[in-house]
Structures are given as C-alpha cells and as structure tokens.
C-alpha cells in the first residue's frame, strides 16, 4: 500500500504511530490505517502462558504500514474468508481504520473479533478493512489474539482463558487509544463472525467486560463454554501425545508449532465413522476456546445473560440459513438412498423431535437428506443459539435477523457469506468465489447499513425480540416473502 506524502501520526499512550492514507484527505471515502500496534508484548519464553502485558514504550514514530504478525499458523482451512497468516512473535496487535486520525471527532467504534474456530482466523483479511465504516463515520479496530491451546488450554499454574485476556486487553487498549484516532471510547460496540460472534457473547455476558463496550452484534455464533472436565481431558490428551507432562513447564517445553499440529489430533474423534466429528460437535461442542473456569466465566454464557449480565447494552444476532449444510451436500450422493430420519436417528435425535422437526422442515427435506442434515447441525450449533440468547435476556434490548440469501456459487446461504455484505466489501478478494458474480448492491446497503444504524445510533431498523414469538428481520429471502417475520425461528423450536 502506498504511502500519502503527509502520512498520518498519532500519539497514543506507549508512543507516536505513523499510518497511510488511502484516498485525499477531507475528501469522502478516505480513510487511514495504522496496521499492526501492540496492544500486549509478543506472547513468547516467559510470557508464552501468561496473561497479556502491556506493551514497552517506544521512542520517536513507529511505522503501522503493515499488519502484525498472527497466532495463525500456515492455513488450518477451517474458514472460507481469506485470512492470511504473518509469522512473527508480537502477535497480540491491533489494526485501526480511521477517518479523522488526529482529531477530537469522537466517532463511534465498532471492534472486529475474527472467527475460526478459536484455532484459525486472522485479522490481516482484506474483508475486514474499514473503508466502508470509515465513510459512513465509524472507526474500526480488528484484534490478533491467541488461538488453540496456546489461547485457551487448561495449563495448571497459568492463567485461563489467556485468549479471553487478550479480548479483554485489547478493549482495554481501544479505551486508552482510540480518541487518538478520532473514535469516542464511550461509544464502543464489539463485533464477530463464528467463533468471533461466540467471543461477542462471551464478554456480553462477562462481568469483568461489561465497562469495555457498551453494545454487541454477533454473526453466526459459535459459544465454546468448555466445560472444566473437558478442559483438562483435553489437556491431557495434548500432553500425552507431546510426551510431556501436563504442567505448564512441560507445554512450555514444546513449540508452538508442534502443538499446534497436536491440538488437531487430540480433538480428533477415535474410529473412522464418518459421523463421529459431527456428533461429537453435537454431543461435546468445540474442543478449543473460551472455557468456564470460575474465574472470567464463572457460568455458561447463556446462563449467566439469563441472569441479567450485559442487560443494559443493546445486542443484535443472526446467522445465514445453513451454515453448515455446505459440508453434508458433499456427501448427498450416499446420502441420497438415506432416509432423512435415519440419519437424524444416527444423530441420537429421539423418534418425537424427529417427527416434529422434519415436519417443521418439509423445504430441506424435498431437497434431500443431505440439506436436512446440514440445517439440523446449523440449527444446533448456530440458530439455536440466537433462540435461545433472545429468551435469556428477556426484556433487554435484543433484535434478531436471519441472512436467507442463497448464493448462486454455491447454492446456499452458508457459512461466511453474510460478512461481505456486511462489511460492504462486495469487491474484495475472493468474494465472487463465495458469493458469485456481481452479489446484490441493495442486500449489502441494507445489512450494512443496519449495522452503521446500530453502531451509530443503538437501532438496526427494525422490531426487537419480543419473546416467544420472537420478531425477525429476513436479508435475502424470496421476493414474495415480507422482510419481517413474526417467528423467523420457528423451525428452530422443535428443537428446543
């Protein structure tokens, strides 16, 4: 990226940050980014398990041209955005896009948490930048955290959730910092995709976040809650096959590259059923992430918003139609022949819910086995989850949308597809291979400017969820179909 000849600087509080202008200044559109600040020192020998340290002051103006280094490592393949790694050690960075660096503009901030599956991910997506919030007049952070075991394994005598930390420094961070940029610190809202929009539920019902942020707006979300038994199982499988003892001075002794390797075969299932991964995503949950430790997360999420945690901040949530059906459609050839109740039979639902959620279903069951499969697992993983947030907070500010667009490249509105549209980002890379040739303008204007709408002003535009049936705004769907449903989640119900 090339430079302006009058490159923003900035003071914040460990010294001067220089950045680049992308576009004239003054001029709509512009923006600035400062790419790759330290937020915390590079997580390594001593602070490799540790809690995030704030980071050394530096001396003259220190260059934030590129973006930092990542905890991603080489490509996991578990996201369909594109998400570089960068090797380096000081990979708890921030990046910030800005269009009024330097001044008292005092715009409102919307924080990016990327997904991944608490393994994978990195802030460095050309997906994530700024450009279109900084037009509309938001300022926009993305945060590297640590991932897998190094983020969020049980290690005795090391801090937990140490990736929960580093969320938590970072906000801490964008608190200190972010007037500098032109972004009022009062007027923050966190955000994420997957396991991203799993981390926005976790501080949303965190006592130890609830000052950090004052409004949350989660996509697809995927909640870990790794219960303390399955905690240290898996520590223990980890360890054993690293050889090591089970201590922090034994995971230390390995590198990061090793266990990062590791951390795949522990999750692994045994056998070679070719269900087992998904059922034990059903029966089990993630294997790495935010875990309920008694400490940060005394309870599970939703447990702990049912007790009226985050109450007071407004929150927005949906996911796309099928996230996950992209996976069983290939395999619905061997599926064809599979009556679609023996497979839900397969998947230890009981012969009641079956009956009742196929018949709740009948559009994914003229479409095959393999789309009823792939909506059953997106109804327990992701939609269930919007369900069952809204009813927790109760008559806390929540609005709740579905993203029913189905994409012409790929056949279904999966897993991914709604953050191009929701950044506005729709000519970026690698946005055709999930979304098709020239994706709907009006679709993005809208689910964008939703977003602008709540971040600005605390209102996505539409009813809020108001129990059971709970209102629901529709992107996408049929021509013939209203935008706003009066029980969008009703399929999702024979399942609760």
């Known amino acids: 990226m090339a430079q302006h000849p009058e490159s923003p600087v900035v003071r914040i509080a460990p010294g001067k940050v220089r950045g680049l202008w992308r576009g004239t200044p003054g001029e709509r559109g512009a923006s600035a980014a400062f790419l790759g600040i330290p937020f915390a020192q590079a997580p390594v020998g001593d602070l490799r398990f540790a809690a995030p340290v704030p980071p050394e002051p530096w001396k003259g103006v220190r260059d934030a041209l590129e973006y930092g280094a990542t905890a991603q490592r080489g490509d996991p393949g578990v996201t369909l955005i594109p ?161 090591v003892a089970p201590t922090r001075d034994g ?21 070679r059923d070719p269900l087992a991964g998904v059922m034990v995503l059903l029966q089990e949950g993630l294997s790495w992430g935010p875990a309920v430790d008694g400490d940060l997360i005394t309870q599970p999420t939703i447990a702990s918003l049912a007790s009226g945690v985050g109450a007071d901040k407004p929150l927005v949530l949906g996911t796309t139609d099928d996230e996950f059906t992209m996976v069983t459609d290939s395999a619905k050839g061997k599926l064809r022949l ?37 909506r059953y697992v997106t109804d327990v993983v992701f939609r269930s989850t919007v369900v ?40 970026a890379p690698a946005v055709e291979a999930i979304a098709g040739q020239n994706p709907p303008r009006r679709l993005a204007d809208a689910l964008h400017g939703a977003a602008v709408g709540f971040i600005r002003g605390g209102d996505p535009g539409w009813p809020a969820w108001t129990g059971r049936p709970g209102t629901t705004r529709i992107f996408g769907g049929a021509a013939s179909r209203p935008d706003i449903d009066a029980d969008g989640y009703a399929e999702v119900r024979a399942l609760l």
Not at 251 to 271: H, I, R
Not at 358 to 366: D, E, F, I
Not at 392 to 408: E, I, K, L, N, Q
């Open 338 to 374: 599979v009556p679609a109740s023996l497979a839900l039979a397969r998947l230890k639902l009981s012969r009641d819910r079956r009956r009742e959620y196929l018949a709740a279903n009948t559009g994914q069951r003229r479409k095959g086995t393999a789309a009823v499969l792939g």
């Open 388 to 427: 069952r947030v809204a009813d927790a907070r109760g008559a806390a500010r929540t609005w709740v949308y579905r993203f029913a667009w189905a994409s012409p490249a790929r056949g279904w509105a999966l897993h991914c597809l709604d953050v191009p549209f929701w950044f506005d980002c729709l000519e």
């Open 251 to 271: 995971f230390a002794s390995v590198a990061e590259e090793t266990l990062t390797s590791l951390q795949e075969k522990a999750a692994a299932p045994d056998g």
């Open 83 to 243: 998400e570089p790694s960068i090797p380096g050690d000081a990979t708890l960075n921030v990046n910030v896009f800005t269009p009024s660096p330097g001044t008292d503009a005092a715009l409102p901030v919307v924080v990016w948490i990327h997904g991944g599956g608490y393994i994978g991910g990195s802030p460095a997506s050309p997906w994530y930048d700024g450009r279109a919030f900084n037009r509309d007049g938001v300022v926009t952070v993305t945060v590297s955290y640590r991932l897998g075991f190094d983020g969020f394994g049980h290690i005795p005598g090391a801090p937990s959730n140490r990736g929960v930390r580093d969320w938590l420094a970072a906000l801490e961070w964008v608190r200190d910092n972010i007037a500098a940029f032109g972004g009022d610190p009062t007027r923050v809202t966190i955000a994420g995709q997957s396991a991203g929009g799993g981390a926005v539920l976790t501080l949303l019902g965190m006592p130890a976040a609830q000052h950090l942020f004052q409004s949350a707006w989660a996509l697809s979300s995927a909640l870990a809650d790794v219960s303390p038994e399955r905690a240290r199982t898996m520590s223990a499988k980890l360890a054993n096959l690293a050889g």
